[in-house]
């Protein structure tokens, strides 16, 4: 009796593989390696154009090319008046607020009613040419609106600089 022969054939796939991942990744080197040179060839034409052709100095502006603003002095503190608003609706707030900016240095500070009680935020407002002073007392008195005096007479200021109105925060 013949016996078949059984089909030993079979195809070497591990070695098939091995064989494309290599190929493969020679190809990938030189891609690489082509685009690197790619894009090279213009950093190297402008560090070479930057070598040749160094950049010029800058020239320094002159003193009276600078638009200068004449600063004025601060004034001291003593020197200025504070009239401080109630705009929360909290009784004693603005008396309160008054002495803490007397024991700061501040002259005259005198405390009223504002016209409202519903201001969200405190303020220092001011008057012309005051900027600097108002900006000084909002650091003092630690609060972040700076603004000039809008919506209050002259006569309601009564000889006051500088405003500060005290909202609820």
Known sequence: MEHAQPLNTSF???????????????????????????????????????????????????PRSVASVPLEPLRP??????????GNGVNGAAGSEATTLQTLGYGRSRSEDAPRHDYARSMVLYVPGYVQEARRLARDARLGIVAPVDGIRTAQLKGSQLVVVLGDS
Request: glycine content about 4%; charged content about 15%.
């Open 12 to 62: 070497p796939w591990r070695a098939a593989t091995i064989v494309v991942g290599v190929v493969a990744s020679i190809e990938l080197v030189a891609l690489i390696g082509i685009g690197a040179a790619h894009l090279a060839r213009p950093l190297r034409a402008h560090a070479t154009a930057a070598v040749t052709h160094p950049a010029r100095a800058v020239p320094k502006p002159h």
């Open 77 to 86: 503190r003593m020197k200025l008046s504070v009239l401080v608003l109630n």
